[in-house]
């Protein structure tokens, strides 16, 4: 065998391995609880979902570390205008190099689906996969990432750019008028419990 068909063996075999682990499985196991896994589940666990982490889209760069925290565990954080905590989450997140998605609250569609969303009108609010945090506290944002599994350093690609924010309540909820018509939302003094850290509610 030449050294040069030796050498594309191997660069083929290294490409099958990255194919292989670009894959997120998602499934239920015996207990009931859901396991996300880069490897395919046991004949005990049910299959609910394969993806691929390498199909184009916002996370299609990113390194499989962080592909795959993104994958099980979105961030989302709802903001508001004129809102220090807000401003002081997101520069945590992005000095963090954690990939999230923004919903602002501006009008009274969006205050709802913030309640719908989160059971209460306390802003920045925080949502990593499951959890939910109420707030600015820089700590307990940090140790739900960490949770999440997200990359202890900024992993990010040089060139990746952050999406625009968008409205927390879909567009066609926005124009939407009633007897009342829809008026904007705006943000009161901080008005927090003692033991809350950094927030506002509506």
């Known amino acids: 065998m030449t050294k040069t068909l030796r050498m594309s063996l191997a660069l083929i075999a290294v490409l099958a391995t990255a194919s292989v682990q670009a894959q997120l499985y ?14 395919p589940p046991p004949a005990n666990q049910k299959l609910l979902e394969k993806k691929n982490l390498n199909e184009s889209g916002p996370a299609s760069n990113f390194p499989y570390e962080l592909s795959l925290a993104v994958a099980k565990y979105p961030v989302v954080i709802y903001t508001a205008s004129n809102c220090g905590p807000c401003e002081d989450g997101k520069n945590l997140l992005k000095s963090a190099g954690i990939p999230f998605a923004e ?8 205050l709802e689906k913030l309640k719908q969303v989160s059971g209460d009108t306390q802003l920045p609010f925080l949502s990593v996969g499951s959890q939910k945090l109420y707030g600015f506290n820089a700590d307990e944002w940090k140790a739900a990432l960490n949770k999440a599994a997200y990359p202890s350093g900024n992993r990010l690609p040089a060139d990746y750019r952050y999406p625009p924010a968008e409205n927390a309540a879909p567009a066609e909820t926005q124009g939407k008028t009633d007897k009342n018509p829809v008026r904007q939302v705006k943000p009161t003094p901080p008005v927090a419990p003692p033991d809350s850290n950094n927030g506002f509610r509506f």
């Open 26 to 39: 998602k499934s239920v196991g015996p207990d009931g609880k859901i396991i996300y896994s880069d490897t």
């Open 103 to 110: 919903k602002t609250v501006k009008t009274n569609p969006d």
